[in-house]
């Protein structure tokens, strides 16, 4: 179903705008064989929670196609140190200076960004050349074919992109983004990571292993 947004005419005009870019000498992040990461970790028919980011990191060795992670041996950044404090808080899960979050992708875990590359340096770069549109089709097709997800928004953002969303179906839960700026907001103290757990055990599955 996804392979045929390939196709369509914007991802078209999106394969050509990344390809001017490095024509330009732009450096673009993730690389390009991780840049659809998190489909490659997480397959369709394994998906049991998504967490919905917006842009990659823009800095060397951070993105690497998976939102809020960063590559394995990078320190995590202050968002997702944030998440680490709130698993820590309701769980009691201790973390170390590993920021890599390829565990939860293998355990079902799409960690989605809407935009998926961005120029090094100048965050927002690739927003508005046709990834909204792709992972818009991303959350539309999970939403219709799946039940009993788990879909964690976190800020506005992340909000207004899951509206589609069918509560009915799948378990969405929302609080302030975890950045810094926000988290102090009710990130902190939103207990996601343990009602994910239990709805997902309602639902007869198996809950997510939050450790790194």
């Known amino acids: 179903m ?33 840049i659809f990461n ?6 369709f028919e394994q998906v049991r929670v998504v967490i919905i980011g917006q842009d990659p990191y823009h800095g060397p060795n951070q993105a ?15 968002s997702l140190q944030n998440i680490y404090k709130e698993l820590n808080a309701e769980l009691g899960i201790e973390f ?3 920021g890599c979050l390829i565990p939860w992708a293998k355990q079902g875990v799409l960690l ?23 992972t818009d ?17 976190w800020g506005s953002y992340a909000q207004q992109k899951g509206q589609i969303i069918d509560r009915n179906k799948h378990l969405v839960l929302q609080s302030p983004h975890p950045s810094p700026f926000s988290a102090y907001r009710g990130f902190l103290g939103n ?3 343990k009602k994910a757990n ?5 639902q007869g599955g198996q809950p997510i292993d939050w450790a790194i």
Request: hydrophobic share 35%; net charge negative; glycine share 12%.
């Open 137 to 153: 089709r991303v959350i539309e097709i999970l939403n219709s074919e799946h039940q009993g997800c788990v879909f964690m928004l």
């Open 96 to 98: 170390g200076s590993n």
């Open 191 to 193: 207990g996601h990571f």
């Open 112 to 134: 989605l960004n809407s935009v998926l590359t961005v120029e090094q340096g100048n965050a927002g770069a690739h927003q508005g050349k046709g990834w909204e549109q792709f």
């Open 64 to 78: 690497h196609g998976l939102c809020f992670s960063v590559q394995d041996g990078i320190k995590p950044p202050p």
């Open 38 to 43: 998190a489909f490659n970790l997480t397959p």
């Open 2 to 34: 996804l392979a045929d947004e390939f196709g369509k005419s914007y991802m078209q005009e999106l394969r050509a705008f990344l390809v001017s870019q490095k024509k330009a000498g732009k450096t673009i992040y993730p690389s390009g064989d991780e």
């Open 198 to 202: 239990e709805y997902l055990e309602q």
